[in-house]
């Protein structure tokens, strides 16, 4: 199994940036990859960005693309996404998760989940 931790969410003023963190523990050699959702109420998960946990290749959802970066430091099994410029539509619980198959933008391919950790942005 695969443990997840996020932390770093928080409330911020639009255009102001947040690092979040995601630290992965237990059986970490079977990772693909690490993506992070986000999902705010009355709407599904929705992919935000991923990083291929051998590789390095990222991939970013359009919104994001040019704010967010994410990246991952082996020696410490953590996955970050740094959010700059944010927006109050950027305001979410985002969650990480890891998959064992393949890099997809789809939830229920992921099988391990953190517990998620809110970011408020306000305007």
């Known amino acids: 199994q695969v443990q997840l931790v996020e932390a770093g969410g928080g409330l911020v003023q639009a255009g102001g940036s947040l690092r979040l963190s995601c630290a992965a523990s237990g059986r970490t050699i079977s990772i693909h990859a690490v993506c992070w959702f986000r999902q705010v109420p009355g709407k599904e998960r929705e992919f935000v960005a991923a990083?291929?946990?051998?590789?390095?290749?990222?991939y970013y959802t359009d919104s994001v693309k040019g704010r967010f970066t994410i990246s991952k430091d082996n020696a410490k099994n953590t996955v970050y996404l740094q959010m700059n410029s944010l927006k109050p539509e950027d305001t979410a619980v985002y969650f990480c998760a890891s998959t064992e198959i393949a890099t997809t933008t789809i939830p229920h391919t992921y099988r391990y989940w953190g517990q998620g950790t809110q970011v408020t942005v306000s305007s």
């Open positions: 990083i291929g946990w051998s590789g390095g290749r990222t």
